[in-house]
């Protein structure tokens, strides 16, 4: 894709406040740590449910909630916070139990994670037929199923689960239950941009800001980047530059979701390192690089803070954030609990900062 000629430094852009819808808070010291970050950009995140043991019933999802309302800072930058709650679907989730969360307010989704695709997820759905019940139950309250989208089979080639996911299981799921809410999370690939395009209203995706910003060289050339690894994990440049299309179209069927996902750096830094790339310190600024890399600012309010809160049925957030061109070096590392983690960036520049006025 064509480069276009960057906005002067010091512009600023004001644009409604975000939400993040797709966000792992983890559980325990490290979450305080990671809402320190989340709160500064986001006015609601939808949180993750793969914690161990996984978030499955409606009482662990409200005590989860619970326990993230206690660990947010004192002093919150948008003057609210409100994280939105999923629950993990399983092959015996039941319908009563859906439709129970649901009718709290405060549980918005379930998420289907293939059994073994990511991380915490061996609890998950091994055969999409076992969960008909409970997703007819979410078609019929208009309960989003938000999905992450790769088949986790073995012999299957990383980078093809997700165009594999889209055949074998989204377009059955799609046509048996086309009224189902849906959300394909952080796709990845131009295969996963051209089904959204091509489907009902009813299914939207999430796209990442590092999937906007880097192919699979970030990761491999020079050497292994563990910070870098993430699932679904990036692909080719073509898949890229097809994601950025999407982003920046004006299209309402896609939208932020930033799976910003910390681990401790012993975790990330080791022969077998965990899955997940930390951006909740600097998302909206990286997501604004990348529209600002084709052109496109004016297309990165509605992607950010209208089409999620929309495909959700939430109302937009009244509070504004300003965004201003002023580069600043991301720290090499943040406090994670009794640990640290190792950031996106860090250590390099981030184009873009949050305006303090």
Same mark, same amino acid.
Request: include cysteine; glycine fraction near 6%; charge should be neutral.
């Given at each position: 894709?064509?480069?276009?000629?960057?906005?002067?430094?010091?512009?600023?852009?004001?644009?409604?406040?975000?939400?993040?819808?797709?966000?792992?808070?983890?559980?325990?010291?490290?979450?305080?740590?990671?809402?320190?970050?989340?709160?500064? !950009?986001?006015?609601?995140?939808?949180?993750?449910?793969?914690?161990?043991?996984?978030?499955?019933?409606? =009482?662990?999802?409200?005590?989860?909630? !619970?326990?993230?309302?206690?660990?947010?800072?004192?002093?919150?930058?948008?003057? *609210?916070?409100?994280?939105?709650? *999923?629950?993990?679907?399983? @092959?015996?989730? *039941?319908?009563?139990?859906?439709?129970?969360?649901?009718?709290?307010?405060?549980?918005? &989704?379930?998420?289907?994670?293939?059994?073994?695709?990511?991380?915490? +997820?061996? &609890?998950?759905?091994?055969?999409?037929?076992?969960?008909?019940?409970?997703?007819?139950?979410? %078609?019929?309250?208009?309960?989003?199923?938000?999905?992450?989208?790769?088949?986790?089979?073995?012999?299957? @080639?990383?980078?093809?689960?997700?165009?594999?996911?889209?055949?074998?299981?989204?377009?059955?799921?799609?046509?048996?239950?086309? #009224?189902?809410?849906?959300?394909?999370?952080?796709? +990845?690939? !131009? =295969?996963?941009?051209?089904?959204?395009?091509?489907?009902?209203?009813?299914?939207?995706?999430?796209? *990442?800001?590092?999937?906007?910003?880097?192919?699979?060289?970030?990761?491999?050339?020079?050497?292994?980047?563990?910070?870098?690894?993430?699932?679904?994990?990036?692909?080719?440049?073509?898949?890229?530059?097809?994601?950025?299309?999407?982003?920046? +179209?004006?299209?309402?069927?896609?939208?932020?979701?930033?799976?910003?996902?910390?681990?401790?750096?012993?975790?990330?830094?080791?022969?077998?390192?965990?899955?997940?790339?930390?951006?909740?310190?600097?998302?909206? !600024?990286?997501? &604004?690089?990348?529209?600002?890399?084709?052109?496109?600012?004016? #297309?990165? =309010?509605?992607?950010?803070?209208?089409?999620?809160?929309?495909?959700?049925?939430?109302?937009?957030?009244?509070?504004?954030?300003?965004? %201003?061109?002023?580069?600043?070096?991301?720290?090499?590392?943040?406090?994670?609990?009794?640990?640290?983690?190792?950031?996106?960036?860090?250590?390099?520049?981030?184009?873009? +900062?949050?305006?303090? @006025?």
């Amino acid at each position: 894709m064509a480069s276009q000629i960057p906005v002067p430094d010091g512009t600023k852009l004001t644009i409604t406040l975000p939400d993040d819808f797709h966000h792992h808070f983890r559980d325990g010291p490290s979450t305080a740590n990671v809402l320190e970050h989340a709160t500064q !950009q986001f006015g609601r995140c939808i949180a993750m449910p793969n914690l161990k043991p996984p978030v499955t019933t409606t =009482e662990m999802a409200l005590e989860y909630r !619970q326990r993230i309302l206690s660990s947010l800072p004192k002093d919150l930058t948008h003057g *609210t916070f409100e994280p939105l709650m *999923t629950l993990f679907l399983t @092959d015996n989730t *039941t319908p009563d139990e859906v439709k129970k969360a649901f009718a709290t307010g405060h549980i918005k &989704a379930c998420k289907y994670y293939p059994a073994g695709a990511t991380t915490n +997820s061996d &609890a998950g759905v091994t055969d999409v037929k076992k969960t008909y019940p409970a997703l007819r139950a979410m %078609e019929e309250i208009g309960m989003v199923l938000c999905i992450h989208s790769e088949v986790s089979t073995p012999g299957i @080639d990383i980078f093809d689960r997700e165009p594999i996911f889209i055949d074998n299981i989204i377009k059955p799921l799609v046509k048996d239950m086309p #009224k189902l809410k849906i959300v394909m999370e952080h796709i +990845s690939t !131009q =295969e996963a941009v051209d089904y959204v395009f091509s489907s009902s209203d009813n299914v939207k995706a999430s796209i *990442t800001c590092h999937h906007l910003l880097y192919n699979r060289n970030a990761l491999l050339v020079g050497g292994i980047k563990p910070h870098f690894y993430c699932l679904p994990i990036l692909k080719r440049e073509t898949h890229r530059e097809a994601l950025l299309r999407a982003a920046t +179209s004006g299209s309402n069927k896609f939208f932020l979701g930033t799976d910003s996902a910390p681990h401790a750096v012993e975790n990330k830094e080791s022969a077998c390192g965990c899955a997940g790339a930390y951006t909740a310190h600097c998302a909206l !600024q990286l997501y &604004a690089e990348a529209f600002e890399s084709v052109g496109a600012l004016d #297309k990165l =309010e509605a992607f950010c803070s209208f089409n999620g809160a929309d495909h959700y049925q939430l109302p937009r957030n009244k509070q504004k954030i300003t965004l %201003e061109k002023k580069s600043w070096v991301v720290p090499k590392r943040y406090s994670f609990g009794h640990s640290q983690l190792v950031p996106l960036r860090a250590g390099e520049a981030v184009a873009w +900062s949050i305006a303090s @006025d």
